[in-house]
Nanobody, 123 residues
C-alpha cells in the first residue's frame, strides 16, 4: 500500500487547511487510518484516527474541537480538516494505515506510512 498525503502549506494563525490521504490499494479501505505529526527534533505525535467505516474517530486533546478526521471509502481518501490553526500546529503531517479495522493512537499499530506534508502556521 502506498499512501500520498497532500494539502499542506503556509497559512496564518486562525486559518484552515484540509489534508488528504489517498491510498493506492482498495484493501486499505477496510483498515483504520491515522494522522500523526512531527516537528523536527521531537517525537512523532498522534493527531487523529478513524476506523474502517468512519463510524469511530479519535482526536488528540491538543486538536479536539479544531481538527476533524473523516473518510470517503468510495474514493479511498481520508481527510483531516484543520480549523483555527495556531503556530503549535506547525509540523510535517503523516497519514498511515493500521493493521486492522479499529482506530488507535499507537503509532506501532500502523504498518504503512505516507511521505508527509508540511504545514506551517505563521503568527
Amino acid at each position: 500500500v502506498q499512501l500520498q498525503a497532500c494539502g499542506g502549506g503556509l497559512v496564518q494563525a486562525g486559518d484552515s487547511l484540509r489534508l488528504s490521504c489517498t491510498a493506492s490499494k482498495r484493501t486499505s479501505s477496510n483498515n483504520a487510518v491515522g494522522w500523526f505529526r512531527r516537528v523536527p527534533g521531537t517525537e512523532r505525535e498522534f493527531v487523529a484516527a478513524i476506523n474502517w467505516n468512519g463510524g469511530s474517530t479519535i482526536h488528540a486533546d491538543s486538536v479536539k474541537g479544531r481538527f476533524t478526521i473523516s473518510r470517503d471509502r468510495a474514493k479511498n481518501i481520508v481527510h483531516l480538516q484543520m480549523n483555527s490553526l495556531n503556530t503549535e500546529d506547525t509540523a510535517v503531517y503523516f497519514c498511515a494505515v493500521g493493521r486492522s479495522s479499529s482506530a488507535s493512537r499507537d503509532s506501532n499499530y500502523y504498518t504503512y506510512w505516507g511521505q508527509g506534508t508540511l504545514v506551517t502556521v505563521s503568527s
